[in-house]
């Protein structure tokens, strides 16, 4: 049996290559987002375990409101410095400023550079160490002059003497560069970030709104004396008040929260590795559905020489698995060099130039990719394999393939697992699956309901392609395509339903986001009065900030009408981390948004008072006259009144305040500014106006409602180009599937073939009948994957109505793109197995067994 088992593998190469694609390139996935996100992490705890060589002991306070490494920058007064410099055993003290995105350039075309995400720091320049050194120029001595790292200077093109502008926590304003500096090992930066350095005082004024104040003080230790033995002298000297910590812990932090930035990215990659599993699973099986009906016979034959049923079970599984192994292999070898590949893209383009970290293969990739790739061929392989053991030995003597389960049991069966999906899927929507739950009960439940639907396809599959064959019927063969497609209607199902996966992932997350923007608009439309909106687009959940003044200038032009200013930051409040918004004018906001008073009043907002939404005020217990203790980013821990409370809406929800209190917030200056313009007056005329209020805001536009709506958008659009080419890789195992599907049924069908040329079928009108069957095939796969893309998308809006997501919209253009797609998908696979069928020889073909 063994040796029967590979003789029948070796003598099917095509089928072998086809089978082992789709596996290996679901283990090509794997492999490669662990190598990827291996290789990164590894880089870069190489670069920090450098970063603070010249630390031996840093001292900084505690952050009121931890947001880990975004969290605002917490001060400490400048007279520690000489505190600590008195401690035993300290050779030297530096007082050290440092903001994340605090720093940032304006570019030649007048906007403010980006960074693909990598901070934008400002810092104090402290002079020349081990770890930074200048490259030309020197450091700044008066508060006009800074010095950049190296990757600032290659972006813009800038060297010493050059003038910049530069956005702080104060509005756009120009330095001169004297000096250009890198890192140890000759790095530009460390991970693609800019970097701008000022003089001390200029960077505590700039980068903390405060003076004779730094973010941390580092001290270096005396000749003999450990990092631990100092870290403990300090602790001793300063008490609990501040955190303490040795280079080595600092770089053991740095390396936590890089893998915990890491492994979101690594969840992501594997997310859709698993998709490209899930969808290859559906080309194995119905290679070897195939595989097995073609082998009928000759499994028969085997049982009438007294082969056992277990023994027939292990050749179809013993093939399963040396294709597992093979494909696996490949896999894992294509998904190193991928892996490698896309890290050296990374380090080249958006990582600053760093240095690698010499490839290394971890286990969880070997493991990780082999055992995937195994497993999934083998389990996959199961029901094909349990089927060929029930072969019965009379069935060598006549063309049958082995007895299959009735459609309406596996439609049964299919109805009832998709239930079960779409209430998991319901429950997490709805946050009843338990706390910290909803995130896996929703996937799970989206895992569940795929294959539940997957399992209802073959009972669809005859009427529905039936009725798309329609258009194929006028012409032979057409027809001849259209009753070949709807023959086998469960493999056409499980053909189709590879195409299906793919295409209603994209379909629900399009219909996500086009639902999001309606939403937006309707919002726009139904709820704020402002005809213009000052905002600029988040960065760390935050949007930049502009000059208050702007809003007072606003208020004095002519045609406006009313301005409201909005603040934003993160605060503790009840002991939980939450958004905190303060207006300008709590009045203006009632009327302007349209805001529906349940208790209390809104009106009149001041300094120490909440106004919040009905929703979060049942949560937490809340009435009108209640308090609720709040810490701000700065100042001490303090208690807020509950003023009033309103009816929660699209356009208004949560904690609202007095602009009072932006004081202490990180910034204190506003993040967006609405404008209602006065009747008759030009809204064009007033934006250009407001328009020229912000030219020293680069990060900062103004918009029209529309404008508004694009820009709160774009983001989608990035989110769904980013998703379509991740989803490029089901497609392409989806088009495989197709492709071995035909080809094996045209080795299947040979002597069917053959008698058609015989009757005469031309090799053209051949061709026809298997493009025919494969455009069938693929359009129903792109059809079900619309229906079922479409009605995911649209439970998981009626999920989100609490989250001010009340309209559903559908992508009509992208849904019709889809349906175009998938009838190509169908000619372009067709193409091979085509030729393969008006090739044959008809002679040949008819004697054939």
């Not at 001390?200 to 973010?215: C, D, K, S």
């Amino acid at each position: 049996m063994l040796r029967a088992t590979v003789k029948s593998l070796l003598s099917h190469k095509l089928r072998l290559l086809l089978s082992g694609l789709a596996v290996a390139l679901g283990v090509l996935a794997v492999s490669g987002a662990l190598v990827l996100t291996s290789t990164l992490s590894r880089t870069y705890t190489d670069m920090f375990s450098t970063a603070y060589d010249s630390i031996d002991v840093s001292v900084t306070a505690r952050p009121k409101v931890d947001l880990g490494y975004s969290s605002a920058p917490t001060t400490l007064p400048a007279d520690l410095v000489d505190r600590l410099r008195a401690v035993p055993g300290v050779a030297r003290v530096t007082g050290s400023v440092s903001s994340v995105d605090g720093a940032r350039v304006v570019g030649p075309d007048g906007k403010v550079l980006t960074s693909f995400g990598a901070p934008r720091f400002g810092v104090n320049w402290t002079g020349e160490d081990d770890f930074v050194a200048l490259r030309t120029g020197r450091g700044p001595l008066t508060d006009d002059e800074v010095v950049i790292n190296g990757e600032l200077a290659d972006a813009t093109g800038s060297t010493v003497g050059d003038r910049i502008d530069v956005v702080t926590l104060e509005p756009r304003r120009g330095f001169t560069i004297v000096g250009v500096f890198g890192y140890a090992g000759d790095r530009n930066s460390l991970a693609g970030e800019t970097m701008v350095a000022f003089t001390t005082p200029a960077a505590q004024r700039l980068l903390l709104g405060e003076e004779n104040v730094f973010t941390s003080v580092d001290l270096r230790a005396a000749a003999g004396v450990t990092e631990a033995q100092l870290r403990d002298r300090v602790t001793a000297e300063l008490g609990g008040a501040y955190r303490v910590q040795t280079g080595a812990e600092l770089t053991a932090e740095a390396g936590r929260q890089l893998d915990e930035g890491l492994r979101f990215f690594n969840y992501i990659l594997l997310g859709f590795a698993f998709v490209a599993l899930f969808v290859g699973v559906f080309l194995i099986v119905n290679t070897f559905s195939i595989v097995v009906a073609q082998r009928v016979r000759e499994l028969a034959l085997m049982r009438a020489m007294g082969a056992s049923r277990g023994q027939l079970l292990a050749s179809v599984e013993f093939e399963a698995l040396l294709v597992g192994v093979v494909a696996s292999v490949v896999g894992l070898l294509l998904g190193i060099g991928t892996g490698r590949l896309l890290a050296w893209l990374y380090a080249t383009y958006l990582g600053g130039g760093v240095t690698l970290a010499p490839l290394a293969v971890p286990l969880s990739a070997v493991v990780g990719g082999l055992g995937v790739g195994i497993g999934v061929t083998v389990v996959a392989a199961l029901l094909p394999a349990l089927r060929a053991a029930r072969v019965a030995p009379v069935a060598a003597m006549q063309e049958s393939a082995a007895p299959g389960v009735r459609l309406s049991r596996i439609a049964a069966v299919g109805g009832a697992v998709t239930v079960v999906g779409a209430a998991t899927m319901l429950a997490g929507l709805t946050d009843r699956a338990g706390e910290g739950n909803s995130l896996i009960a929703l996937l799970v439940g989206l895992l569940v309901t795929l294959v539940g639907i997957t399992a209802l396809t073959p009972a669809l599959a005859r009427p529905v392609v039936a009725a798309l064959g329609a258009v194929f019927r006028r012409w032979t063969p057409g027809r001849l395509g259209e009753r070949n497609s709807t023959r086998n209607p469960r493999r056409t199902a499980i053909t189709a339903a590879a195409l299906m996966i793919g295409i209603a992932l994209i379909t629900g997350i399009n219909v996500i986001l086009t639902s999001v923007t309606r939403s937006v608009e309707h919002v726009m439309d139904d709820r704020i009065s402002a005809e213009l909106i000052i905002a600029g687009d988040p960065v760390n959940g935050l949007r930049p900030n502009f000059d208050t003044a702007v809003l007072d200038r606003a208020r004095a032009l002519p045609g406006v009408d009313a301005v409201l200013g909005t603040y934003a930051d993160v605060a503790l409040v009840d002991g939980e981390q939450t958004l905190v918004v303060a207006v300008t004018d709590s009045t203006t906001m009632h009327s302007m948004f349209g805001m529906t008073v349940t208790a209390g009043s809104l009106d009149g907002l001041g300094a120490g008072e909440f106004v919040i939404d009905e929703k979060t005020a049942a949560g937490k217990g809340l009435h009108v006259g209640d308090t609720v203790p709040v810490q701000l980013t700065k100042g001490a821990a303090r208690t807020f009144t509950v003023k009033g409370i309103y009816e929660q809406t699209a356009a208004g929800s949560g904690w609202m305040t007095s602009a009072a209190e932006a004081a202490n917030f990180r910034a204190a200056d506003p993040s967006m500014g609405f404008v209602d313009v006065a009747p008759g007056a030009s809204v064009a005329t007033v934006k250009a106006h407001v328009a020229d209020l912000l030219a020293d805001s680069p990060e900062v536009s103004v918009a029209d409602r529309s404008g508004f709506v694009r820009q709160q958008t774009r983001v989608l659009d990035t989110v769904l180009a980013m998703v379509q080419i991740l989803m490029a890789l089901s497609i392409v195992i989806a088009v495989l599937g197709i492709v071995n599907t035909l080809a094996l049924s045209v080795i299947e069908r040979t002597r069917e073939f053959g008698l058609l040329r015989a009757i005469g079928l031309g090799r053209g009108q051949m061709m026809e009948m298997v493009g025919a069957e494969s455009v069938l095939i693929s359009v129903f796969g792109a059809v079900l994957g619309l229906v079922v893309g479409v009605g995911l998308g649209v439970a998981v809006v009626l999920g989100l109505r609490d989250e001010g997501i009340t309209t559903i919209a559908l992508p009509w253009s992208q849904m019709a793109t889809y349906l175009v797609l998938g009838a190509v998908i169908g000619l372009v696979a067709a193409v091979l197995p085509a030729i393969r069928a008006a090739r044959l020889d008809v002679l040949n073909a008819i004697a054939y067994e």
